[in-house]
């Protein structure tokens, strides 16, 4: 099983970056997915979540900002973060969880059943 993230870079505030979660060894529709990301000092924290069947979560900070997607049939997950920020610096990384649940997105870092290696996303003028 591999994650393999990607679409990481530097970004001037306001910017626009597109995170991509590749998959390999697993199929995706039994997975909830999640991006967590993790700042320097910081501990590890949730960003965005997609339950199987579509349904989503953010993180009170990124609300309205940051889209999840995912497309099962490419075993692909995606983060569409606009309107960056400077405090949204950090390594980005996607996990899979997988479950019975269609709906669940309640899954927290120590529950995760794969990560993926990190992308790193810098937001700075």
């Known amino acids: 099983v591999q994650l393999q993230a990607s679409g990481g870079g530097l970004v001037q505030p306001g910017g626009s970056l597109r995170l991509s979660c590749a998959a390999s060894g697993l199929a995706l529709s039994t997975y909830s997915m999640n991006w967590f990301r993790q700042a320097p000092g910081k501990e590890r924290e949730s960003v965005a979540a997609i339950s199987r069947s579509g349904h989503t979560d953010y993180a009170e900070s990124v609300k309205g900002r940051f889209t999840i997607s995912r497309d099962n049939a490419k075993r692909t997950l995606y983060l569409q973060m606009n309107d960056l920020k400077p405090e949204d610096t950090a390594v980005y990384y996607c996990?899979?969880?997988?479950?019975?649940?269609?709906?669940?997105?309640?899954?927290?870092?120590?529950?995760?059943?794969?990560w993926g290696q990190g992308t790193q996303v810098t937001v700075s003028s």
């Open positions: 996990a899979a969880k997988f479950t019975f649940s269609d709906i669940r997105t309640d899954f927290g870092k120590n529950d995760q059943s794969y």
